[in-house]
């Protein structure tokens, strides 16, 4: 029974997709992903790596896109919405509050402490606990998975308009203050704090214990997460939120073989990659609805300006600043009572910081069963250059993004799609590429990236004159490094953006390619090319159960899914095969 039920579930993925890849009408739409299309029209070939000749940007035959416009739905693109969590049967919801006087204490640059995980670290299903953990293992977990959470936060924080102090930078200051503990970070005052971290503003992170449930023909995977934002000049609340992320997957069927297949499916949506995506879902939802600075971050420069402005050098940290650090803090330094909130549920361990972390990238990596599960068949190319060893670069900006995907229209199966205005596609090529860009941003700061501002990068090129595409594309890396302040510039293509529905398979599709090139040598440094299908599955063969699932695919393809396509899938697949050492120096651990 096993083995028929196998073969027909093989034979109508089979059909499924090669329907799919007919109705597209190309080859690119579901299979023939070429990752050197970027290599081979904006870059020089991939044996410029290898070269000793500086590499350099050509200008593509694409039509000149123009730079810097509005960019659409800047604080609604990913966040769920009503219909949203209808069509996915989630329960959950995201509650916040702004304090009255939050526009008069925005905070500018933010400092995102350690995360406080509220469970016991072990993996439950329905609530029993199915592992063994001895109490070191416990500690480790605890602390990956709230360092886990705390990373994606940062991330989708720096991808806004705020500055953030490095993580890097803030677990050096904790530890050389001896502040190692949950109980000792909450017994300093945030105005302390944030004298140490330079930061006007800190976050406080809590992520409760993770749900796994199993029904039969549903399954689901809950985060809960509950953060506060707490000005360090006046100690008070200026944002609070919390959100309980539900990921679910429910096949209803009639038929018993149809049964069967689907609780085998539901089974298989209690995976990492799953558990990874509730998280980011969860930070996502919370910093969409952080509310944007009333004032500038920095100042914005006209298109004309008698000066050529460029943005300043970072402070090193002197030899007093550094004696001051090896202090223990003082007692007028403590608060009482040590907590940021009253405590929630039964009274736990106090949480230890710095411990081993579990593999952090392999968390944000799909493994070889997600892409067989998924039908994904997206696959990702790194080429790093020999004199990655040689520059090191340890700052990082993201230039303006090229969108050769889809001309401003909306690709279903292959075919565009589109009654926008040349201005409204001029605008939606500009929004489609700057998502994309910020969206690396933010996974590359995961992963520990000194990554500049995004609003700060746009304001300096639009102070030298740019406004098209050719703009970038004739302007060499070294003179942008020298603008920008910093080692590295990343160049970036989005290649592929369409919709795919075939009666009981409905996608999304996302590609992109992205080059890390030195400021100082205008060498390429390292290459990385891939796309990701969000897909929906749902075989069956009753005729009501075909109907179902129809319908239930069909709706897959909303705003909130080519979020995840681009945020969660492709952009975090980019950087997590971004090279180690670009990172800053990791911290050592108690």
Same mark, same amino acid.
């Given at each position: 029974?096993?083995?028929?039920?196998?073969?027909?579930?093989?034979?109508?993925?089979?059909?499924?997709? @090669?329907?799919?890849?007919?109705?597209?009408?190309?080859?690119?739409?579901? @299979?023939?992903?070429?990752?050197?299309?970027?290599?081979?029209?904006? $870059?020089?070939? +991939?044996?410029?790596?290898?070269?000793?000749?500086?590499?350099?940007?050509?200008?593509?035959?694409?039509?000149?896109?123009?730079?810097?416009?509005?960019?659409?739905?800047?604080?609604?693109?990913?966040?769920?919405?009503?219909?949203?969590?209808?069509?996915?049967?989630?329960?959950?919801?995201?509650?916040?509050?702004?304090?009255?006087?939050?526009?008069?204490?925005?905070?500018?640059? $933010?400092?995102?402490?350690?995360?406080?995980?509220?469970?016991?670290?072990?993996?439950?299903?329905?609530?029993? +606990?199915?592992?063994?953990?001895?109490?070191?293992?416990?500690?480790?977990?605890?602390?990956?998975?709230?360092? =886990?959470?705390?990373?994606?936060?940062?991330?989708?924080?720096?991808? =806004?308009?705020?500055?953030?102090?490095?993580?890097?930078?803030?677990?050096?200051?904790?530890?050389?203050?001896?502040?190692?503990?949950?109980?000792?970070?909450?017994?300093?005052?945030?105005?302390?704090?944030? !004298?140490?971290?330079?930061?006007?503003?800190?976050?406080?992170?809590?992520?409760?214990?993770?749900? =796994?449930?199993?029904?039969?023909?549903?399954?689901?995977?809950?985060?809960?997460?509950?953060?506060?934002?707490?000005?360090?000049?006046?100690? !008070?609340?200026?944002?609070?939120?919390?959100?309980?992320?539900?990921?679910?997957? %429910?096949?209803?069927?009639?038929?018993?073989?149809?049964?069967? $297949?689907?609780?085998?499916?539901?089974?298989?949506?209690?995976?990492?990659?799953?558990?990874?995506?509730?998280?980011?879902?969860?930070?996502?939802?919370?910093?969409?609805? %952080?509310?944007?600075?009333?004032?500038?971050?920095?100042?914005?420069?006209?298109?004309?300006?008698?000066?050529?402005?460029k943005a300043l050098p970072s402070k090193e940290t002197d030899a007093s600043t550094e004696a001051y650090l090896l202090k223990h803090p003082s007692e007028g330094d403590f608060i009482k009572p040590p907590r940021a909130w009253a405590a929630n549920g039964k009274k736990l361990e106090p949480q230890r910081f710095f411990m081993e972390e579990k593999q952090f990238v392999?968390?944000? +990596?799909?493994?070889?069963?997600?892409?067989?599960?998924?039908?994904?068949?997206?696959?990702?190319?790194?080429?790093?250059?020999? @004199?990655?060893?040689?520059?090191?670069?340890?700052? @990082?900006?993201?230039?303006?993004?090229?969108?050769?995907?889809?001309? *401003?229209?909306?690709?279903?199966?292959?075919?565009?799609?589109?009654?926008?205005? !040349? &201005?409204?596609? &001029?605008?939606?090529?500009?929004?489609?590429?700057?998502?994309?860009? =910020?969206?690396?941003?933010?996974?590359?700061?995961?992963?520990?990236?000194?990554?500049?501002?995004?609003?700060?990068?746009?304001?300096?090129?639009?102070?030298?004159?740019?406004? +098209?595409?050719?703009?970038?594309?004739?302007?060499?890396?070294?003179?942008?490094?020298?603008?920008?302040?910093?080692? /590295?510039?990343?160049?970036?293509?989005?290649?592929?953006?369409?919709?795919?529905?075939?009666?009981?398979?409905?996608?999304?599709?996302? *590609? %992109?390619?992205?080059?890390?090139?030195?400021?100082?040598?205008? !060498?390429?440094?390292?290459?990385?090319?891939?796309?990701?299908?969000?897909?929906?599955?749902?075989?069956?063969?009753?005729?009501?159960?075909?109907?179902?699932?129809?319908?239930?695919?069909?709706?897959?393809?909303?705003?909130?899914?080519?979020?995840?396509?681009?945020?969660?899938?492709? /952009?975090?697949?980019?950087?997590?095969?971004?090279?180690?050492?670009?990172?800053?120096?990791?911290?050592?651990?108690?």
């Open positions: 029974m096993i083995l028929q039920l196998f073969g027909r579930l093989t034979l109508a993925h089979l059909l499924l997709v @090669f329907s799919a890849f007919c109705s597209a009408g190309h080859e690119s739409s579901l @299979f023939g992903y070429n990752s050197s299309l970027f290599l081979s029209t904006s $870059i020089q070939p +991939k044996s410029a790596l290898s070269s000793n000749q500086p590499t350099t940007l050509a200008i593509t035959e694409a039509e000149d896109q123009p730079l810097f416009l509005q960019e659409e739905g800047l604080t609604s693109h990913g966040k769920k919405h009503w219909y949203d969590y209808l069509i996915e049967a989630d329960p959950g919801a995201c509650k916040i509050q702004i304090s009255p006087d939050y526009e008069q204490n925005a905070p500018q640059r $933010i400092a995102v402490l350690p995360f406080l995980e509220k469970g016991s670290g072990k993996f439950s299903i329905n609530g029993i +606990k199915i592992d063994n953990r001895d109490k070191d293992n416990v500690e480790s977990w605890r602390w990956t998975i709230a360092q =886990r959470v705390r990373r994606v936060f940062f991330g989708f924080l720096a991808s =806004r308009e705020f500055e953030v102090v490095p993580l890097s930078k803030i677990d050096q200051v904790l530890q050389a203050k001896n502040i190692r503990t949950e109980i000792s970070l909450q017994s300093i005052k945030p105005e302390v704090l944030g !004298k140490w971290l330079g930061a006007d503003a800190l976050v406080y992170g809590e992520v409760f214990p993770y749900q =796994r449930f199993y029904m039969i023909m549903g399954s689901g995977i809950r985060v809960l997460l509950s953060i506060k934002i707490i000005s360090s000049k006046t100690g !008070k609340v200026l944002f609070s939120g919390s959100v309980n992320r539900n990921l679910l997957d %429910i096949n209803p069927r009639f038929d018993p073989v149809d049964i069967g $297949i689907s609780s085998v499916l539901t089974l298989t949506n209690l995976r990492d990659i799953n558990l990874k995506r509730a998280e980011d879902e969860a930070c996502r939802e919370l910093v969409l609805r %952080i509310p944007l600075s009333p004032r500038k971050a920095y100042p914005v420069f006209g298109d004309t300006t008698q000066f050529a402005p392999a968390h944000s +990596k799909k493994k070889t069963m997600d892409y067989v599960l998924e039908m994904d068949p997206s696959r990702f190319q790194r080429i790093a250059s020999p @004199f990655l060893a040689i520059e090191q670069p340890k700052t @990082f900006a993201l230039l303006p993004f090229i969108e050769e995907a889809t001309k *401003g229209k909306f690709i279903l199966n292959g075919i565009p799609l589109s009654f926008r205005s !040349k &201005e409204k596609r &001029e605008q939606f090529r500009w929004t489609i590429g700057n998502r994309l860009r =910020r969206a690396v941003a933010c996974y590359l700061a995961q992963r520990d990236l000194d990554i500049q501002s995004i609003e700060l990068t746009d304001s300096i090129l639009k102070a030298h004159g740019w406004k +098209k595409l050719s703009d970038m594309l004739v302007t060499d890396p070294t003179t942008i490094g020298d603008w920008l302040g910093v080692d /590295c510039v990343i160049y970036g293509k989005v290649s592929s953006m369409m919709s795919i529905y075939s009666l009981m398979y409905a996608a999304c599709r996302v *590609g %992109i390619s992205v080059k890390f090139v030195s400021t100082k040598s205008s !060498k390429t440094l390292v290459e990385v090319s891939g796309s990701r299908t969000e897909s929906s599955f749902a075989p069956a063969f009753d005729p009501l159960d075909i109907a179902i699932s129809s319908l239930t695919t069909a709706l897959l393809i909303r705003d909130v899914t080519f979020r995840r396509a681009e945020d969660e899938e492709v /952009c975090r697949e980019i950087a997590a095969r971004i090279p180690s050492s670009m990172s800053q120096k990791p911290m050592g651990t108690n």
